[in-house]
């Protein structure tokens, strides 16, 4: 009976059913967060912390739970645990590249340049750059339309520090999290922002 109960609770969960999902992550929560000090490398540390990475694995899970294939309770887990490794692994790659930023892929640019196309800049892959013939005003077009298409705190997290300039700390407050929390939610923010313009081919062009 409880077996049953449980994949209740899973097909409710993925039929779009809030409180089932909240009783999931709740139950299952814990399980995943015991293992995720272990993976936070000593550098890191002072910036992230488990609570952080589970933090934004419950947002990212209501994002995604339409897509669960699990249908038990360890398959659930082992679903959950996967997302808690990603934004744990790009939190910890957007971190390196800020202490190793790569001139050429800066987003912060001088006042009077345009913010809009250095971030799709930084977002387009090693082999294409913005088109040269996109103006300024279809720059801020482009990342707008993508920008909608995101949850509020990912977009919000691009627009305070990408955009506008704020610094990690001040996003952070602003948005009513912790820095820790703060540097996942803008690394999922550049993953989902990557595929949406990836899939958007006629905003790149070839570099010369």
Known sequence: ??????????????AGDVEALRDLLDRHGRTVRTGLPAKIGRQWQSVLDADDVMQVTYLEAFLQIDQLAARDDAAFVSWLTRIADNNLRDAIKALQRQKRPNPRRRVHVPAGEDSFAA????????????????????????????????????????RLYDLQGRTAKESAADLNRSLGAFYILRARAHVRLRALLGGESRFFSKSV
Do not use: C, F, Q, W
Request: aromatic letters at 2%; zero cysteines.
């Open 1 to 14: 009976m409880a077996l049953e109960n449980h994949n209740s609770l899973l097909e409710r969960a993925v």
């Open 119 to 158: 971030l799709i800049d930084m977002l387009g892959d090693t082999s294409a750059t913005p088109s040269r013939d996109a103006a300024r005003n279809e720059n801020a077009s482009i990342v707008h339309a993508v920008l909608a298409k995101l949850p509020p705190d990912y977009a919000a997290a691009v």
